[in-house]
């Protein structure tokens, strides 16, 4: 947050994130090289965090036809189109450039939250985690989402601005501005990668 100190990020208070970053909401857009760069980042900070090594947690949503929404409530709670991330299909799953390793965490949500009934907190908890560095996205949406639970939770949220993305760079700039202003932490990938490699 503006104005605060920086939190004491290292190995053993801290993990990497990496939000929603699955072939329905990115797939598409590989090929622009401003995504490209996004992945290329993110994929080096992954490394980076099983070398150390501190914990990699994913995120990822999943549309399931039996957790949907009440029926009467459905037309005002979901977005128009047809679903996307649906249980079972490839565009549910993390994209190839950022599969999961055999140790890393899997967090499956059926809402936009990463915290809402799933075993996220627990998790940290047990790895005894409060700094969280957030990749992925949308940060307009998701990410901003996550960095407000995790400050009610005490948790402190350190958002990628280099390893994030947005559908606009005005939504992009807004949503950060957010975070850092009241909800955490806005730094860029490498500055991440030297402290934890200073870290002890």
Wanted: glycine letters at 6%; charged letters at 25%; proline letters at 6%.
């Amino acid at each position: 947050m503006r104005g605060a100190p920086l939190p004491p990020i290292g190995r053993t208070n801290t993990a990497l994130v990496l939000h929603d970053m699955q072939n329905d909401f990115i797939k598409a857009s590989l090929a622009k090289p401003a995504m490209e760069a996004v992945v290329q980042r993110t994929r080096a900070l992954i490394d980076l965090a099983h070398s150390l090594p501190i914990p990699v947690i994913y995120t990822r949503v999943e549309y399931d036809p039996a957790m949907g929404f009440p029926v009467e409530r459905a037309p005002y709670l979901r977005r128009a189109g047809a679903p996307i991330c649906v249980k079972g299909t490839d565009g549910a799953e993390v994209i190839d450039e950022l599969k999961p390793a055999t140790d890393d965490s899997i967090v499956t949500k059926v809402r936009s939250s990463a915290f809402h009934e799933t075993k996220l907190e627990t998790l940290l908890r047990v790895k005894d985690v409060w700094i969280l560095i957030v990749a992925g996205g949308s940060t307009n949406w998701g990410v901003e989402w996550l960095a407000r639970d995790a400050k009610s939770r005490d948790i402190v949220t350190v958002a990628l601005r280099d390893c994030t993305y947005s559908a606009t760079d005005e939504a992009q700039a807004a949503s950060l501005a957010n975070i850092d202003d009241f909800l955490g932490y806005v730094m860029n990938a490498d500055e991440i990668a030297k402290m934890l490699s200073q870290a002890g």
